[in-house]
């Protein structure tokens, strides 16, 4: 049996398929995890996303039961539907995982972000800055002379959509939680 | 039972209550304590290896054949790193195997102390779960969970961190029954409407297929028996993945023989025309299925695993049944028994299947005066078909010709590295086989140089008078690399040789065992029965054709139908009609 001749790049060299990433439609989902608050619990879910080439836009955590000893974690990730599909049975396999859902397909849900804004002038930057964080409801948590600093709540697009207001305005350093969430309704 | 005792002690106490009464493993400064307990007893063996690799190999092979669970002890820092390798190899393969590491005390954790390192970090993308047990009164719960982790659901390796501090002080044993139950319970059974969906599939096809894998196995003895009877009562061929062999026995007549990169054409033939694929305990391996937009293009796909995250992984499926195999076939059974057992004529299917058959595709050019490597295991496949005989391998060209030449009646007889790939698995596991079947044949399939890799075991063999086998089939060369090499990489051979192996017959001798040389195919015969016959670890160089090629081979990026095969085949299925490639 002499060598098969294959041309040198051609994806036949590896017996792995090397396929288009770009070739599917990307969704974004926001998916609940609540899991037992047991130490390395959230490496195990972060490590399943690095390990099997995931994405992460944002993820929350915290402690929501402290009696019964859960916390939740709230993934914002994107992928095509089969491998959002995956990263909800690859969650669910995790043996501190209690529950996972997908929010964004489990009926509506509501979705908040919390984020403060160091933002830094004076004269009629400042006083823009001032009356734009009204419009926006943020909240002033600390001032000085020739700053201040915003608070607010909202949906991330609000965040970013004041946060570029802020920019040209003094914005010198943001902080922002993440996604937390919650389905809508009584259940 | 609820009583007071050191945490080392408890250890030992647990793994008595879950049934375990064999243990491999390596001491080393922060497990002193629990092997100061091993010492004080007498219900749990200790087997003490000679690499920690070996012994997670050991203990995966342990379990492999009793359907039991492994247990392996290791120390900290280079004993847990160790066992990474086998850590790995048991997550791949789906084997339940709980690993003890012993760890710097707790006031030292972080502090870069000697022998420490971040185990529960390092092994946490290769167990299914793991633990750093930091209070000796949770260790007891702590094990008897590993133990249900280990075995529930898709079974997977565990290793507890055991601090050495945790190991010396007192706390409370609780045993099995009282500790608390874990939330984590599997699905076993599934949904009635699924199965009666299967049945309805099955009575309809005109081209079925069954695609069974490893998870038949891991299932036990009656996922087995229910799969024979379902074959046997359907009348549908069946293939089976390299882990799946033996849970269908390849004397049977519906037996198509191993599928995949390296499977036999008729095998690989039939998924490919099949219209109704029944995916039973196999999970889509990238060795199996190909190119995947040309995989198996006509088929309705159904798929039955006890893992949720294995269906519509790679391959989308029509029917996804998540459930335990042996518990999905019994209800199976039942519903297309009530159904009224129907099936349609597959005869045509049948005759297509017996023409693929006839293209007789490990057919090879046997020499007089060299030894091939399929010649070597057709000659041990004929002495030794009818013994109580465990089969073991390493990683390579041998070891996919042992899995197309050997067969397997029976599951839990065969062992060998599947998903992993593990070169230097098969020595340790041959140990392993053996310590559970002292009585039995015990035989490891090996190319020379991934046993190599584990060599250091033979002095295992010889303290515990193990009387393994290493059937050598000695080519000089990576085998495998060395053909991917020739057909891919323009016969450019890098580093794929080995020009400085030891002399095996020497070898075996420097370590007290029985050593043979053999490369005259007519010495073959009675040089493989004194390996058998030998009372003792007997080492056996088969010298081979240096340059053999293992067929069929589906090459990379090719969907199923366009298989290389050897060249005694190729000029029979040229000459024939229905002709297939290159």
């Given at each position: ?187 | ?21 064999t243990?491999f ?22 087997i003490?290896v000679?690499?920690?690799?070996a012994a997670i190999h050991a203990a995966e092979a342990y379990a492999r054949s009793t359907?039991?669970?492994g247990?392996a ?22 084997i339940?195997i ?292 465990y089969?073991t ?22 062992m ?9 698995y098969g020595f340790p596991a041959s140990i392993g086989v053996q310590v559970a079947h002292?009585?039995?044949?015990v ?14 075991e033979?002095?295992t ?5 193990l009387?393994v ?114």
């Amino acid at each position: 049996m002499s060598a098969l001749h294959i041309k040198k790049g051609s994806t036949s060299h590896s017996a792995y398929e090397l396929r288009d990433p770009n070739g599917e439609i990307i969704e974004k989902h926001t998916l609940a995890v609540l899991v037992e608050n047991e130490p390395g619990v959230l490496a195990r879910v972060i490590g399943l996303f690095s390990g099997r080439g995931y994405n992460i836009e944002s993820l929350t955590v915290a402690e929501v039961d402290h009696l019964g000893h859960r916390s939740r974690i709230t993934i914002v990730t994107t992928g095509t539907p089969n491998v959002i599909e995956q990263i909800k049975a690859q969650l669910g396999r995790i043996v501190p995982v209690h529950e996972v859902h997908d929010l964004t397909v489990e009926g509506q849900s509501v979705e908040r972000e919390l984020a403060m804004f160091k933002v830094a002038g004076t004269g009629d930057k400042r006083i823009e800055a001032l009356r734009l964080a009204e419009i926006f409801r943020a909240n002033v948590v600390d001032s000085t002379l020739e700053s201040f600093v915003f608070e607010m709540t909202g949906t991330s697009e609000k965040i970013d959509a004041f946060a570029e207001l802020m920019r040209p305005l003094g914005l010198i350093e943001q902080a922002r939680t993440g996604v937390a969430a919650l389905s809508r309704g009584p259940k | 039972m609820t009583r007071q005792m050191t945490g080392a002690d408890m250890v030992v106490q647990a793994l008595k209550d879950q049934g375990v009464d064999t243990i491999f493993g390596y001491p080393g400064g922060a497990v002193l304590p629990v092997y100061d307990a091993i010492f004080q007893q007498n219900d749990i063996k200790h087997i003490l290896v000679r690499h920690e690799q070996a012994a997670i190999h050991a203990a995966e092979a342990y379990a492999r054949s009793t359907g039991k669970v492994g247990v392996a002890l290791v120390t900290s820092g280079p004993g847990a790193t160790n066992a990474v390798t086998g850590l790995t190899d048991a997550l791949l393969d789906s084997i339940p195997i709980v690993v003890f590491s012993g760890q710097v005390p707790t006031f030292m954790i972080g502090t870069d102390g000697f022998q420490e390192a971040d185990t529960i970090g390092i092994t946490r993308p290769c167990t299914k779960h793991n633990w750093l047990v930091k209070d000796t009164n949770a260790l007891a719960e702590t094990i008897h969970q590993a133990f249900h982790v280990a075995t529930s659901g898709r079974p997977g390796p565990v290793l507890i961190d055991l601090p050495k501090d945790v190991q010396f002080a007192d706390g409370t044993y609780v045993g099995p029954q009282k500790a608390r139950k874990s939330h984590y319970q599997p699905k076993l059974k599934a949904d009635i409407e699924q199965i009666n969906d299967l049945a309805a599939l099955i009575e309809k096809a005109e081209r079925p297929v069954f695609y069974t894998g490893g998870g038949v196995i891991n299932s036990g003895p009656a996922a087995s028996q229910l799969l024979r009877e379902l074959v046997e009562a359907t009348g549908f061929p069946i293939t089976s993945t390299l882990m799946g062999l033996g849970a269908y026995p390849a004397s049977g007549d519906k037996w198509l023989g191993m599928l995949g990169m390296h499977g036999l054409y008729e095998a690989n033939m039939a998924m490919h025309g099949c219209d109704l694929m029944i995916n039973i305990g196999a999970r889509f391996d990238d060795r199996i299925t190909g190119r995947l937009d040309a995989f198996s293009p006509g088929s309705i796909k159904a798929h039955i695993d006890i893992d949720p995250s294995s269906l519509n992984k790679v391959i989308q499926v029509d029917l996804p049944i998540v459930g335990d195999i042996a518990h999905v076939l019994e209800d199976l059974l039942k519903v297309w028994k009530s159904r009224g057992r129907k099936t349609k004529d597959i005869s045509a299917w049948t005759k297509q299947i017996a023409d693929w058959r006839a293209v007789r595709c490990l057919d090879y050019k046997n020499s007089e005066t060299v030894i091939k490597p399929q010649y070597a295991l057709q000659r041990f496949e004929e002495l030794t078909k009818g013994m109580d005989r465990y089969i073991t391998t390493e990683v390579g060209q041998h070891q996919m010709w042992a899995a197309q030449f050997l067969g397997f009646e029976d599951p839990n007889r065969w062992m060998t590295s599947g998903g992993l790939g593990t070169m230097g698995y098969g020595f340790p596991a041959s140990i392993g086989v053996q310590v559970a079947h002292p009585d039995s044949l015990v035989v490891n399939v090996a190319g020379e140089a991934s046993w190599l890799m584990n060599m250091q075991e033979m002095g295992t063999a010889i303290q515990y008078n193990l009387p393994v086998k290493q059937f050598i089939l000695n080519n000089e060369r990576l085998g495998m690399v060395r053909q991917w090499q020739q057909l891919l990489h323009g016969e450019r051979y890098s580093n794929s040789w080995s020009d400085a192996l030891p002399d095996f017959v020497k070898l075996a001798e420097a370590f007290g065992a029985k050593g043979i040389q053999c490369s005259d195919p007519k010495d073959l015969d009675d040089a493989i029965m004194e390996m058998i016959n030998y009372d003792g670890p007997v080492i056996f160089d088969c010298l081979v054709e240096k340059h053999e090629n293992c067929f069929p081979m589906i090459p990379s990026g090719k969907p199923h139908n366009e298989m290389l095969l050897g060249d005694a085949s190729t000029e029979d299925a040229i000459k024939s009609d229905g002709a297939v490639l290159v």
